[in-house]
């Protein structure tokens, strides 16, 4: 039996170890990464192809070196949380390596409930 069998699970598109995003399979346009994503790997959206828009949970610490890199049609970043909650990601050299004209919209409540 294989301890690894169950180690890699897909969604919408993303293949995921933990609560990392390590891998993207082509041919999926909107992509949302699972609530409790804490990062990006190295190369994960590396040529998405035809993926135009991405929305992140507020839950994201990490984006690994050119995890976007050669993204020629992802146009927007959807990210659930604050644009302090944005900066405050932890984003290595190179995160956003040719990342083409692309808008990052924080769509997260500054207000206190």
């Known amino acids: 039996m294989n301890s690894c069998t169950n180690l890699v699970q897909i969604e919408n598109g993303v293949c995921y170890v ?13 992509v949302a990464l699972r609530e409790g ?10 040529n998405p192809g035809a993926m135009e828009t991405l929305t992140i ?3 994201l610490k990490h984006i690994g070196e050119r995890a976007f890199s ?3 049609c ?23 390596d040719r990342l083409y004209n692309v808008v990052v ?3 997260g409540s500054t207000e206190k409930e």
Not at 18 to 30: C, E, Q, S, T
Not at 37 to 46: C, K, N, P, R, S
Not at 74 to 96: M, P, R, S, Y
């Open 18 to 30: 933990g609560n990392w995003a390590v891998d993207f399979k082509r041919g999926v346009v909107d």
């Open 57 to 59: 949970p507020n839950s």
């Open 105 to 107: 919209t924080c769509i």
């Open 74 to 96: 992802l146009k927007q970043i959807i990210f659930e949380g604050t644009q302090e909650e944005w900066d405050a990601i932890h984003k290595t050299e190179n995160w956003d």
């Open 37 to 46: 994503t804490v990062g990006i790997a190295y190369w994960t959206f590396e």
């Open 70 to 72: 050669d993204t020629v």
